[in-house]
C-alpha cells in the first residue's frame, strides 16, 4: 500500500482546505489560526502566503480570479492577491462563540461554509450556503463543529462530518439542490479517530481525514470502510485530490493544541503529505458567481 510523503519543507498551525487549482497547477491551503491562505506550485516549490485580517476558517477559488472566503465575522470575495473586495454576508452563527470553519462548492458552484461551536455546551454551529447571485442561506443546524463537506458528483447527495460528536452525514438533494432530512452516514467509536475535512473520488467513495486517529479512511457510497493509510501523525484534518491526473491525495495536519513534548516528538505534525492513490477524485468546482 501507498505511503504518505511531505510535500514540502513546511509546518503549519491549523492548516486546512487543501484546494487544487488544474489550471496553475498547484496547491492552496488555509492556516485557520495564522490567518493565512498558501499557495504552492509542484514544478517550481514557490510558495506564497497570502495574510487575512481574522482566522480563514474555509474558502474557494473564483471562476472569475480570487477567492470566496470565510473568515471568523464575514464572507467575503478577494481578489487574487489577497485584497477584501466586497463583504458578502456577516457570520450568521455569534462570531465571538462560532468562526468559520469547514467549506467548499457545491456541483453548481455555490459555496458553503460552516462554523465551529466554540464553547462545546451544545451544538450551535451551523452551516451557511451562498448562491451564484451572492445570496446566503442557512440550510442546516444543530451542529458542534462542521467538517467534511463533499457532494456526490450526481447532485443527490450532500455529505457533512461533525467531526466532536464522531459522526459522518449524508443529506438528500433535490433537482434545485435543496436538502432534505440528513441521515447518519457512518458512526464512530472511541479510538478510530473522528472524521474532518473529505474528499470525493470519481466512483462515488468518501475520502476523510481522521482526527485523532493517525489515518485517512476511504468509505464506499454505503458507509462500508474500503481502505485506510496511516499517517505518522496524529491529527490530519483535510484532504483534496489533485496533480495531474488527480490520483494524488493532498494530506494536511495540525499541531493545535499540542504540548511541547508531542510535537518534538511527531515533528511533522502540521506538514502537508502527499499520498498516491489509485483511483481519480472530482475535481472542485470554482465558486460562480452570476
Not at 28 to 52: K, N, P
Not at 205 to 229: I, K
Request: glycine share 10%.
Amino acid at each position: 500500500m501507498a505511503e504518505a510523503n511531505v510535500l514540502f519543507d513546511y509546518t503549519g498551525h491549523l492548516p486546512e482546505c487543501p484546494t487544487w487549482s488544474e489550471s496553475e497547477q498547484a496547491l492552496y491551503w488555509a492556516d485557520i489560526l495564522e490567518c493565512e491562505i498558501h499557495r504552492y506550485e509542484i514544478a517550481s516549490g514557490e510558495h506564497q502566503i497570502l495574510q487575512f485580517p481574522e482566522e480563514v476558517g474555509c474558502f474557494s477559488l473564483r471562476e472569475k480570479g480570487g477567492f470566496v472566503v470565510a473568515l471568523r465575522s464575514a464572507i467575503w470575495l478577494a481578489d487574487s492577491r489577497g485584497l477584501l473586495v466586497h463583504k458578502i454576508c456577516d457570520n450568521p452563527s455569534n462570531p465571538q462563540l462560532a468562526r468559520f470553519n469547514d467549506g467548499g462548492t457545491d456541483r453548481d458552484g455555490r459555496f458553503y461554509a460552516g462554523t465551529f461551536w466554540g464553547p462545546g455546551d451544545y451544538n450551535g454551529a451551523l452551516l451557511v450556503r451562498v448562491d451564484n447571485q451572492l445570496k446566503p442561506k442557512v440550510i442546516q443546524c444543530d451542529i458542534h463543529g462542521a467538517n467534511g463537506l463533499a457532494f456526490s458528483d450526481d447532485k443527490r447527495w450532500m455529505y457533512t462530518s461533525d467531526t466532536p460528536n464522531a459522526v459522518i452525514y449524508r443529506t438528500p438533494l433535490n433537482a434545485q439542490g435543496e436538502p432534505g432530512s440528513r441521515e447518519v452516514f457512518r458512526q464512530f467509536k472511541a479510538g478510530e479517530g473522528i472524521p474532518d475535512g473529505a474528499a470525493m473520488d470519481e466512483e462515488g467513495c468518501y475520502w476523510s481525514a481522521m482526527f485523532d486517529g493517525w489515518r485517512v479512511a476511504c468509505f464506499s457510497p454505503e458507509g462500508e470502510q474500503l481502505a485506510e493509510y496511516r499517517l505518522p501523525v496524529r491529527c490530519p484534518t483535510m484532504v483534496c485530490f489533485g496533480g495531474a491526473d488527480m490520483r494524488t491525495l493532498y494530506i494536511t495536519t495540525t499541531r493545535e493544541n499540542m504540548s511541547a513534548a508531542e510535537v518534538a516528538q511527531y515533528p511533522l505534525s502540521g506538514a502537508l503529505f502527499t499520498l498516491p492513490v489509485d483511483v481519480a477524485g472530482m475535481k472542485k468546482r470554482p465558486f460562480i458567481e452570476a
